[in-house]
């Protein structure tokens, strides 16, 4: 994908899973990917170096997505390095914890609306004034989840109502931002091997996950980036905006 070269690509949540998939599928196509993490520095840095390693261009930056002003200087980092952001991809996000109605704290829905919800239009809000100064548009690609759809796992409804929240916006940002050639798009992948599941899914839930899924497996990170590599090029999805792709192994069938 030639449209691609040499474009700047944010990839939050990059240190692992499928976010390390895109940033590196994305500097494979000639990309400049800056590798967000939290708190994975090594991970994030590991990814760095297989991308340099294979000849592209990359860095990595942290910052605490629950943070408005870590966002900020993240942005701005990427910014006075590469001169803009075309590629803007909000995988950054987490379950935090598994728990029953009866027993949810304030607090926990304030941070799973935060970590999920709330981070994806602050790093939004940043970076399309951006995408705005350099006057050719962009991609947003955010990431919700198959939970938007059936609501989640165990325990999993925070999760499942914020990555709806996250579908939702998706919508309204592209009806917004149309006219500027902003394209605001979502994948949704299904049960994917991450890290994530590696925390909080015990293995006869993950069983009971891939019991629905008509593929009959769990999907892998790299089976995630096709739809990303899509979104984020011009010439393949040009026209395409306000879209939910799935990634699920039919688990899901809109």
Request: contains cysteine; neutral net charge; charged residues 15%.
């Amino acid at each position: 994908m030639q449209d691609l070269k040499h474009k700047v690509a944010l990839v939050t949540g990059a240190s692992t899973g499928i976010g390390a998939a895109v940033a590196t599928a994305f500097a494979a196509q000639g990309m400049r990917v800056a590798v967000h993490y939290n708190s994975s520095a090594d991970a994030a840095a590991q990814v760095v170096d297989a991308i340099t390693a294979s000849g592209g261009q990359a860095f990595a930056l942290q910052a605490d997505v629950r943070d408005t002003a870590a966002i900020r200087r993240a942005v701005q980092d990427v910014h006075a390095r590469w001169g803009g952001i075309d590629v803007l991809v909000n995988n950054a996000g987490g379950l935090v914890q598994r728990v029953p109605i009866a027993e949810m704290p304030d607090a926990l829905f304030d941070e799973v609306l935060h970590l999920n919800a709330r981070s994806v239009l602050a790093f939004c809000r940043e970076v399309v004034p951006l995408m705005r100064a350099k006057g050719q548009g962009g991609s947003i690609i955010n990431v919700s989840s198959v939970a938007a759809r059936h609501g989640g796992g165990p325990g999993a409804y925070l999760y499942a109502g914020a990555k709806g929240f996250v579908s939702t916006a998706t919508r309204g940002l592209a009806k917004e931002l149309a006219l500027e050639n902003i394209r605001v798009n979502a994948v949704a992948p299904g049960v994917i091997q991450t890290p994530f599941h590696d925390r909080f899914s015990t293995p006869q839930m993950l069983e009971s996950f891939r019991a629905t899924i008509p593929m009959g497996r769990i999907g892998e990170p790299d089976e995630c980036v096709g739809a990303f590599l899509y979104l984020a090029s011009t010439q393949l999805s040009g026209y395409v905006t306000g879209q939910i792709l799935e990634v699920n192994g039919g688990q899901y069938m809109p």
